[in-house]
């Protein structure tokens, strides 16, 4: 059975739709089957990855709200262990839509079903909010995985969405375990970027993934190619990064496979 990682954060620029599209490169670049699912409206998981938006007949939108079948909305990338469920403007529109719906919690958790002994890994770029579509990722996951952007402010964000975690696992999905958090963005000339790394690894310190991703030119740059930096610069330091979380992610996983004992669960930090 695939496993089922969501990466979520509520707060825009921390390096989330980056993160997905780099770990999943990453993953395939293991050989690890993976599909990554876009689930934000501004669509560029799947831009990110060269699918052309204008091109598409069909993105997570339909099998969201018209339940057609994810299997036929997959799309391959250039990296043979790779696929992407792209998203369209029409998922805009998709919150509202969805609360009137049956069970509209659970919409994707429903399409992801028929897919999951296909693929090693699933991941889902969540929006920057906490609505209906976050919700629906978080109750199809089996773990959130958490980009954290050192700069002010982060922590409050962090102590919100661990919140919203703790509520999912008590209403809507109670298998669902906190993977870890990222460091994104990290500035080694930069003050704030050490103290805010610090403080994370105090609060969360068997959370937080040792490695750490760098501003990066070559990662920033990457998306208008339609490429991961993994095709783009391999020698690049935010490949070498996400190529460590993805070792990472993959030791940690052995290791709780090996102990058959879930995640560390959300623990909010006292305020």
């Known amino acids: 059975m695939g496993r089922i990682v969501c990466i979520s954060n509520q707060k825009g620029g921390v390096g989330k739709t980056t993160t997905a599209i780099n770990l999943a490169a990453s993953l395939a670049a293991a050989e690890r089957k993976t599909l990554l699912i876009d689930l934000d409206p501004q669509g560029n998981a ?5 699918i052309d938006k204008t091109q598409l007949t069909g993105s997570i939108y339909d099998a969201l709200i018209d339940g057609q079948p994810l299997a036929e909305l997959v799309h391959p990338t250039e990296l043979r262990f790779l696929d992407v469920v792209p998203a369209t403007n029409d998922l805009t529109g998709a919150e ?8 509209r919690e659970h919409r994707l958790k429903q399409a992801l079903d028929p897919l999951k002994r296909k693929y090693d890994f699933i991941l889902i770029d969540c929006p920057p909010s906490l609505g209906l579509l976050t919700l629906n990722a978080l109750a199809a996951a089996d773990a959130v995985l958490i980009p954290l952007q050192t700069e002010y402010y982060a922590m409050e964000g962090l102590a919100q969405l661990m919140s919203t975690v703790e509520l999912v696992q008590q209403r809507l999905n109670p298998k669902l375990s906190v993977e870890g958090i990222v460091l994104t963005m990290f500035d080694p000339r930069a003050n704030i970027s050490h103290q805010v790394a ?3 690894r105090r609060v969360f310190p068997q959370l937080v993934f040792s490695t750490v991703v760098p501003r990066n030119v070559r990662l920033a740059e990457s998306p208008s190619f339609g490429k ?5 610069d391999i020698r690049s330091k935010g490949c070498e990064a996400y190529l460590g979380v993805a070792r990472e992610l993959l030791k940690r996983d052995k290791a709780r496979l090996r102990r058959g004992v879930p995640s560390p669960r959300a623990s909010a930090p006292a305020r």
């Open 46 to 50: 799947g831009s990110g990855l060269g």
């Open 228 to 232: 991961p930096v993994l095709l783009y």
């Open 198 to 200: 610090d403080e994370v």
């Open 96 to 103: 509202v839509e969805l609360v009137g719906m049956d069970k």
